[in-house]
């Protein structure tokens, strides 16, 4: 929030400082409009300025910066504290224009001497004001609005900052350079800017578009630079209030602008050329926007120190600069060099633009009517409210058009956006034709819409199946995304449109699009509709294919896994029988032998019990492997526990099952199948700890109902953990893998969940069973 209020306290006063200045600049351009002058200019020193027009009378007697001004009508030029040399030249001009003199006498100091020169009073033409005048108002305007985008983009980056510097004081610097020579109400401010300029444009070449290394490891010479800039400018300001000449202190201020300038294009031309991929490419826009029409202002600056006119140079300069601040507001955004990392509003940006044109529609209007001899106040007032209005009418006139002769356009956006949604939520290939039929007919008005879809099989395959609507071949070089309007189809007239839809070279379908109601023309948007909602039929159709394409192998795979399982089953069953036969054979030995009264050995009564065990075990194994009906009924987790206890008394040994479950508590379920279920996972828990490990059993209310933890300190789950309840899986060297699997298939049958986890060094199968099959005390159970 504070760094938000900052932006907009910045922003607030950085706009105040605009329109103060601004103001006051372009009010005095204003009153210099066609006003009596004497041909030239002169600065706050008495000095003949290079700002002008080679046909003024100034000029064409000789006169050439740095000549001074010495005597006009009699008086004599001279600086106090706080009062310009140029103030009784400006009071004597004013007075002989009041009083209706043509002239004015003036002296000058010149290279040769003094000379005494007449000059005739004229009145400030048009074009000279727009040049020096209202075009300096309209381009420090266009600094202005740059810097103010920087400082919203990006009001912390320190690019966006040095951008904002070096476009205000470059705005400062041409709101007051007019007045600086004729009214002279912004000459501290002119001080400033003129020794500003340079530095900031020192800074910004060195940040643009990021810092060099020598800015990146020693921030501090920017502030050097800068500071150093200050004290040129509070330099200025002290010989004005002393009274003092400037003219030395404004010709460093002049040689630090014309290097600033020239280092600024050069060090864009050395980065560009240094650069290479993305970076060279950023750079190649910034150095067309920015770096020529700096090395024209330095050029027009190393003339006037020379003592000749900048006029040549202005027609190129002023064009220039005005693309300058807009040119580079583009390359910034488009690079996003300020890292703001917006969004750009195309509404905005319109605003933006239209606000331009009315802008210049007024000045081209009102330099036209100065041209022709009308008043500019006048001009002004009849271009402003027409261009504003002209403007409205072609955006109305515009949106009026596109609703009434190109719907297309105006529809393109929620016809795109509509059947979007509407494909998105559809995989079969018919869905997507209806879509695209009740899309088209919603905003075309024709006589009638129609989607053919072309089955894949007969695409794919050779025939005319696959050939195109009249007999064309689908292109194979034609890419996904590109269509082929068709208006030759054989049962299409001229007045009717035919779009092949195709997808990697594969013809899906073809929109047909009958006559507009009324014979109206299609249009180019038409088209281009056409092919977008082409491009999306073609899209949504290869979906849904690979969606089929997709169902089917899954299908196919279903149908291999029951294949699979099938082939298991017989697998298990032959080894079962092989494993049967040789028990068999042996005890069919045995009793040929107890036919004819011969006795056994200890020996083999002792392989007999260990057969009869084996088949025991396999045949228990198998016949819990199969379903059977659920006999719920109230059992005691207590006894529950005791019971799987007792039948794994032999596997325990001296060890004890630790259980913590309450005396009160019953749970709901099939006894022998409960009991099953814990019998399984104690006994893996007896295996998995070990003859030194600690096995349990673990009862817990939760607010569903409650869970039943079997734990043991073994060492953990090995293998795949996601196959754990699969049939026939196991990691022991002598397992059957039917165990954890049908512990897992009694769990499901009475509606719990079972899951695996590792806590705090045990590991632990938690039963998650539901309040409806758990009762704590007496009542509840009779109830």
């Avoid at 950085?14 to 601004?22: F, I, M, R």
């Avoid at 409009?33 to 700002?51: A, K, M, N, W």
């Avoid at 004290?231 to 000449?245: E, I, K, N, V, Y």
């Avoid at 590792?758 to 758990?774: K, L, M, Q």
Wanted: glycine content about 8%; proline content about 4%.
């Amino acid at each position: 929030m504070p760094a938000i209020e900052n932006r907009r306290w910045l922003l607030a006063v950085v706009v105040l400082a605009a329109l103060v200045l601004g103001g006051s600049g372009i009010r005095s351009a204003l009153s210099w409009y066609e006003r009596p002058f004497p041909g030239v200019l002169i600065d706050p020193d008495g000095v003949v300025s290079s700002v002008g027009l080679p046909s003024w009378e100034g000029f064409q007697k000789g006169l050439r910066y740095p000549d001074r001004v010495v005597e006009v009508n009699g008086w004599r030029l001279e600086s106090t504290a706080g009062r310009y040399r140029a103030s009784a030249w400006d009071a004597a001009v004013e007075r002989a224009a009041r009083e209706g003199q043509r002239s004015v006498r003036a002296r000058v100091e010149t290279a040769e001497g003094l000379r005494d020169v007449e000059l005739s009073l004229v009145p400030f033409d048009a074009l000279a004001w727009w040049f020096y005048a209202g075009g300096l108002m309209v381009v420090a305007s266009l600094y202005v609005g740059a810097a103010l985008i920087a400082l919203s983009a990006s009001p912390r980056g320190k690019l966006a900052r040095a951008f904002a510097s070096a476009a205000l004081f470059a705005a400062l610097f041409q709101f007051a350079l007019f007045d600086y020579h004729s009214s002279r109400h912004l000459v501290p401010f002119f001080h400033v800017a003129y020794a500003l300029v340079p530095m900031s444009f020192f800074t910004l070449a060195l940040r643009l578009p990021d810092d060099v290394p020598l800015i990146a490891r020693y921030p501090v010479f920017a502030r050097i630079a800068h500071g150093f800039g200050g004290l040129l400018a509070a330099a200025l300001l002290a010989s004005h209030a002393m009274g003092w000449t400037t003219v030395a202190l404004r010709s460093v201020c002049a040689i630090l602008v014309v290097a600033s300038f020239f280092f600024f294009a050069t060090t864009l031309i050395l980065r560009f050329a240094a650069a290479e991929g993305d970076r060279r490419r950023t750079l190649r826009a910034l150095l067309l926007a920015m770096a020529p029409p700096h090395v024209v202002i330095a050029l027009g600056f190393m003339l006037a120190m020379l003592g000749a006119s900048a006029s040549t140079l202005a027609w190129f300069a002023i064009p220039a600069l005005a693309l300058t601040p807009v040119s580079s507001v583009v390359a910034f955004i488009r690079y996003d060099l300020w890292g703001s990392r917006a969004l750009l509003s195309r509404p905005l940006t319109r605003v933006i633009i239209a606000g331009m044109m009315v802008a210049l529609t007024v000045i081209l209007c009102s330099a036209c009517a100065g041209y022709a001899g009308l008043p500019l106040l006048g001009a002004i007032k009849v271009a402003a409210p027409a261009a504003i209005v002209s403007a409205a009418l072609v955006v109305f006139a515009l949106g009026a058009g596109d609703r009434k002769l190109f719907p297309a356009r105006a529809e393109y956006k929620p016809t795109v956006e509509q059947l979007s949604e509407e494909l998105t939520l559809v995989a079969d290939p018919d869905e997507v034709a209806f879509a695209v039929e009740r899309t088209v007919a919603r905003w075309l008005s024709c006589e009638r819409v129609t989607f053919r879809r072309i089955a894949v099989d007969a695409v794919d395959g050779a025939g005319p199946a696959g050939a195109a609507p009249g007999g064309q071949e689908p292109r194979a070089d034609e890419s996904s995304g590109e269509r082929l309007i068709d208006v030759d189809h054989p049962e299409a007239s001229a007045s009717e449109l035919s779009l092949t839809v195709m997808f990697r070279g594969r013809l899906l379908g073809v929109l047909e699009v009958g006559k507009k109601r009324g014979g109206a023309l299609f249009t180019s948007e038409d088209l281009d509709l056409l092919r977008t909602i082409g491009n999306q039929a073609a899209l949504a159709l290869a979906h849904a294919h690979s969606y089929a394409e997709l169902e089917r192998r899954r299908r196919e795979q279903a149908a291999a896994w029951r294949d699979e399982r099938a082939a298991l089953i017989e697998t298990l069953a032959a080894e079962i029988t092989h494993e049967v036969r040789y028990p068999i054979n042996f005890f069919r030995s045995v009793f040929k032998r107890g036919s004819k009264n011969q006795s056994l050995d200890a020996e083999e009564v002792d392989i007999g019990c260990e057969e009869v065990e084996r088949l025991e075990r396999l045949v228990m194994g198998l016949r819990r492997v199969t379903h059977r009906k659920l006999e719920r009924r109230r059992l005691a987790v207590e006894e529950l526990v005791s019971r799987a206890e007792m039948l794994l008394r032999d596997q325990l040994g001296k060890r004890r099952i630790e259980a913590r479950v309450s005396a009160g508590t019953k749970l709901r379920c099939d006894p022998d199948q409960a009991t099953q279920v814990l019998v399984n996972l104690l006994s893996n828990g007896i295996d998995a700890a070990g003859d030194k490990g600690t096995i349990g059993v673990t009862w817990a209310t939760t607010e569903n109902g409650a869970e039943l933890v079997v734990w043991d300190t073994g060492p953990g789950i090995s293998g795949d953990a996601s196959r754990l309840f699969a049939p026939w899986y196991t990691t022991k060297p002598r397992g059957t893998g039917l165990g954890l699997a049908i512990t897992h298939r009694i769990v499901r049958a009475h509606g719990w969940l079972i899951e695996p986890e590792r806590r705090d060094g045990t590991t632990r199968f938690v039963i998650s069973i539901p309040a409806a099959d758990v009762s704590i005390t007496a009542e509840e159970e009779v109830a």
